[in-house]
């Protein structure tokens, strides 16, 4: 799978050993299995890029980058781009966590829909216990995305982007 990925999943990490397991676990263990999954470490000062690591040497789809010093999130991103493998990138934030449908409900309705490059989905915010403090399904209901894109407003979390790679 490594080598023929049908998704690369791109995740930059800054500080984020807090969070970032219930991250990482929650794509290791999604339900679609042919993906690789990078993750670069932007430079951070806590111990992220150990446990990444740690990771890595437990899963075989995992492969860590560590950037010298902190180059921001987009610079990391396109590291991570750079070396993706896959069919399809899906990215993934530090601090967030997927579904475990997430990547199957995403590579099907793509496969389906060959005429669209780019999606994205609705989200929840949680507090730091996991207990949700609100669902956002406004991206859902929005019909005019060249308006909503003009206006500065996003179309839908970043996290959530799932995106062709040609």
């Not at 990078?38 to 992220?48: A, M, N, P, V, Y």
């Not at 209901?141 to 839908?156: A, G, N, P, T, V």
């Amino acid at each position: 799978m490594r080598n023929n990925p049908a998704i690369s999943v791109v995740m930059s990490v800054y500080n984020a050993a807090a969070f970032l397991s219930k991250s990482i676990d929650s794509i290791i263990t999604q339900t679609f299995l042919n993906f690789e999954f990078i993750l670069i470490d932007d430079g951070s000062k806590d111990d992220s890029y150990q446990l990444m690591h740690k990771y890595e040497e437990d899963d075989p789809r995992i492969i860590c980058i560590k950037n010298k010093q902190n180059l921001g999130l987009p610079a990391s991103l396109n590291i991570g781009i750079a070396k993706a493998k896959g069919k399809y990138i899906a990215r993934q934030d530090a601090d967030d966590y997927s579904f475990p449908d997430r990547l199957q409900k995403q590579f099907d309705f793509m496969e389906e829909n060959p005429s669209i490059d780019l999606c994205g989905t609705n989200c929840r915010r949680v507090d730091i216990e996991g207990n949700v403090i609100f669902e956002k399904t406004i991206y859902a209901k929005i019909k005019d995305y060249k308006s909503f894109l003009f206006e500065r407003k996003s179309i839908f979390p970043h996290g959530s982007a799932f995106m062709r790679t040609e």
